[in-house]
């Protein structure tokens, strides 16, 4: 009797059908009105709110945002894309339209279920191996402090992995298609260092395939597949236009591309981030094993189990008197390990390493030895500043490699591999013969023996560890010169964080064994034949997941969610922030509130009002080298305020709430000068801003010398700003000689254009971060605009590949359809 045609499909919707359910569950609170709304999220909202005032406005979001650091381009914030792009419309399908954080476990479910289907193994595995990459703890983690992007892009990398891999396994037009689809994805997240990371393991399983390809002489699928490899790249690529050629455009000005400033030894930095800085956020060399042991560090920064009533810390708090166990309390913190801080563990779950690196022993050298380079290298790499004798080269020798920071998030890379790894070894003991099993349980003891050897390891770090943090140990040294009584009571509490520490990593070693002991024991009975194999990998796969998803509730759950009507304001107006609004002119606020220390933090600020600070990751360079040498100096900052048109300062006061100064001597947004100095370089022309009287006097850089026209001086002319619409600002200018005029706007040269009576004329660097032109005598009508080549140039490109992309897809399902084959 023929088979129906249905009955292949039927292993694909259970998958489907579990993976929906589990996020459905897991996430049960979005559908009850709540949603997430964490503090990078509200932060983000801040920094958007001035493109959506736009929007609501215009229709469509601007260019350029004024809200924050006086200015910068608006598509590194919030930004309009081509509306005929079809790959978004497969992400909707795949997603089914779920609202955050559902999505993204759905999502990333999926998109490993497709990299265990293109390594060839059985459906079930790869539903619960997929279940256990989407649920690694990390992921939750980082959605709980509003990481969304990282996220998607992780969901995505799994999918992308399996393109290239059916692409290698000759299914050419499933392989072209979907390289091209979840390329474009891939990069659409917008996280471009995950797509890095993914990239650098794409490398390594690259050149496994090409050295066997090699060693066959099979030249010609070698020349197919850099042939379509590089026009499906080419399509996923093309496909984000806009948000590529706009992204690197901008990197050329942002503080990613390094200063313009000298350093203390003569040097400039113009190739990326500072080897400090990019190396920031490092993990401590023992912890990787987080992967294995979720609490070896503490866990996430506050672990429910550290700021329990029955904890040490908790005692320790409450057994002293009260004004210093309130100051104390918040050094609480459970985490202690190498980044400083963490909302969760990089836990890949106990199971899962075990059956992860029992594929060293099961499998044959396909995959494993390029998983064991690329994960090797990813942990090297996650040492970051705590390794620098690799590290500091690597930023050298991998091109991009010193644009990014954080090396901790590389852990994404071990993560994954553990789970492809595991889903091969469940495969095979899935497909083993009788005549296999002896043979296949010689090599599962060896896999065995070396995860005794690794929690002798972890038994020897908790033997050693001394639990503590550098704040830690910072703070006990500076109490030496307090009262006995009040150093006691701060040893006594140090003394029980340390053995809080202590004692969630013991427990957590003895949760992990327990975990690996029983599945263990299900895989020597499923090995003996004792249990059959479907109720065996059910056993495991179930056992993993309750691993997982028990740990995750401990970072993500219900108290993290909040009313939806509640996250559609995350900012209330302070009445500092209510009396400056009353103020209906052209302004910008400092705000001073948490002190000049944390003046680049997340905050409210950019939310109501046009702020010189702000946050954003990728911040201007000429920008933050102002941030850095002058607004950091603050109060020795007053020409730099006034120049940046700073009409409003917030300060805090002593009882607690915000207060508002009136600076009287700001500029204003436009303004004729008297006189003109020139400086040979930035280093030059940033110190002088420390004393120059900014409101008579511009300087400018030799360089510039000729485009500027002499600054005579005459009381009669004037100028002055008639609108402001984000991408075109007009002004108008009243001279009687040709004067110089400095715009209290951010100089960016890469979009911006001036025209003086519709003329084009050369916008010049002024006051090393201002506009300033100079002004012929007469009437004039002043406009600016910010047509960004980038983001036009992009578009047009970005529509021709979604083209492209859609005739591949249906193409490719024209073929699959035809041949009836996947």
């Known amino acids: 009797m023929q088979k129906s045609w249905y009955r292949p499909f039927i292993p694909h919707a259970i998958a489907i059908g579990v993976f929906l359910l589990v996020a459905v569950v897991y996430c049960k609170p979005i559908f009850e009105h709540k949603t997430l709304s964490p503090d990078d999220t509200a932060g983000w909202k801040a920094m958007a709110q001035n493109s959506f005032q736009y929007k609501e406005i215009h229709g469509r979001f601007p260019l350029w945002t004024e809200n924050l650091f006086c200015g910068m381009p608006a598509y590194q914030i919030a930004m309009d894309t081509p509306a005929f792009s079809p790959q978004y419309l497969i992400y909707n399908i795949l997603t089914l339209g779920l609202p955050a954080p559902a999505n993204f476990f759905l999502l990333a479910c999926i998109c490993f279920y497709l990299l265990a289907l293109a390594l060839r193994v059985n459906p079930y595995v790869g539903m619960f191996t997929a279940l256990a990459y989407a649920y690694s703890t990390y992921n939750p983690s980082i959605l709980v402090v509003g990481h969304s992007t990282k996220m998607e892009a992780i969901a995505i990398m799994p999918a992308f992995l399996a393109s290239l891999l059916w692409l290698y396994e000759k299914k050419y037009w499933l392989g072209t298609a979907t390289l091209a689809l979840f390329t474009s994805l891939f990069i659409a997240a917008n996280h471009p260092q995950i797509v890095y990371y993914g990239l650098i393991t794409a490398a390594f399983m690259t050149l496994a395939y090409l050295i066997r390809w090699v060693r066959q002489k099979d030249y010609r699928h070698i020349a ?18 806009v948000v590529i050629l706009t992204t690197m455009d901008y990197a050329k000005a942002s503080l990613r591309n390094g200063s313009d400033l000298a350093t203390a030894g003569g040097n400039i930095t113009k190739t990326g981030l500072s080897q400090d800085y990019a190396l920031s956020y490092s993990m401590y060399k023992t912890e990787a094993f987080t ?23 908790m005692t320790a708090l409450q057994n002293m008197p009260p004004q210093i166990g309130q100051q104390l309390q ?20 106990a199971v899962i390493c075990l059956f992860g690196l029992m594929g060293f022993f099961l499998l044959d050298g396909k995959h494993k030895w390029w998983m064991l380079a690329a994960g090797v290298l990813a942990i090297l790499m996650s040492w970051g500043s705590y390794f620098v004798e690799f590290n500091g080269p690597l930023l050298k020798i991998l091109p991009g490699y010193s644009k990014f920071r954080a090396p901790s998030v590389i852990i994404v890379i071990p993560t994954l591999l553990l789970c492809m790894l595991a889903a091969l070894s469940l495969n095979r003991l899935l497909t083993l013969t009788a005549a296999e099993s002896d043979a296949t349980w010689k090599q599962y003891k060896k896999g065995l023996y070396l995860m005794g050897g690794i929690f002798v390891i972890l038994f020897l770090l908790y033997m050693s560890f001394d639990y503590t943090t550098e704040g830690d140990r910072g703070f006990q040294q500076r109490i030496t010169s307090a009262p006995a009584e009040v150093q006691e009571f701060i040893r006594s509490f140090l003394h029980a964080l340390r053995d809080d520490r202590q004692s969630m990593f013991l ?4 949760r992990s064994l327990a975990y690996i002991a029983i599945a263990a024991t299900i895989g020597f ?13 059910g056993l495991i796969g179930t056992l993993a997941f309750i691993d997982l998803i028990t740990t995750d509730i401990q970072y993500l759950n219900a108290d993290k969610y909040q009313d939806e009507e509640e996250a559609q304001t995350p900012f209330q107006p302070t009445p500092a922030d209510q009396q400056i609004l009353t103020d209906k002119s052209y302004y910008r606020v400092f705000d001073l509130r948490e002190g000049r220390e944390n003046i680049t933090n997340s905050g409210p600020t950019p939310y109501f009002h046009h702020s010189i600070t702000g946050y954003h990751p990728a911040k201007l360079s000429i920008y933050e080298d102002i941030i850095e040498n002058q607004l950091y100096k603050y109060p020795n900052c007053q020409p730099v305020l006034n120049m940046l048109n700073t009409k409003y300062l917030l300060l805090p006061t002593a009882g607690g709430r915000d207060s508002v100064a009136l600076n009287k001597a700001a500029l204003g947004p436009v303004w004729l000068v008297r006189g003109i100095r020139y400086a040979p370089d930035a280093r030059t022309v940033m110190d002088a801003l420390t004393d120059l009287d900014t409101r008579d006097t511009a300087i400018l850089f030799t360089a510039d010398q000729s485009k500027a026209a002499d600054a005579t001086p005459a009381n009669t002319d004037s100028i002055w700003l008639e609108k402001n619409d984000n991408d075109e600002m007009t002004y108008h200018a009243t001279t009687t000689a040709p004067r110089f005029a400095v715009f209290s706007e951010v100089y960016y040269n890469r979009g911006w254009h001036a025209y003086i009576n519709n003329n084009e004329v050369p916008i010049i660097r002024t006051d090393y971060v201002l506009r300033g032109l100079s002004i012929p005598a007469g009437s004039h009508t002043i406009r600016f605009t910010f047509h960004p080549a980038s983001y036009y140039t992009g578009t047009t490109i970005q529509i021709i590949a979604g083209i492209f992309m859609l005739a591949l897809l249906l193409a490719t399902a024209f073929q699959i359809i035809r041949k009836r084959s996947f």
């Open 224 to 241: 197919l597949v850099i042939a379509l490899g590089a026009a499906a790249g080419l399509i996923g690529i093309a496909s984000n236009a």
């Open 291 to 313: 992967l294995f042991v979720p609490k070896i560090y503490g866990g996430g920064n506050f672990d429910a189990q550290m700021t329990a009533d029955d904890s040490k810390t």
């Open 330 to 349: 918040q050094m609480v913190r459970s985490y202690w390990g190498g980044i400083g801080g963490t909302a969760g563990p990089a836990y890949a779950g």
């Open 507 to 510: 427990g957590s070693i003895f």
């Open 525 to 537: 009975f499923w090995l003996k034949g004792k249990l059959k194999p479907f109720l065996s990998l």
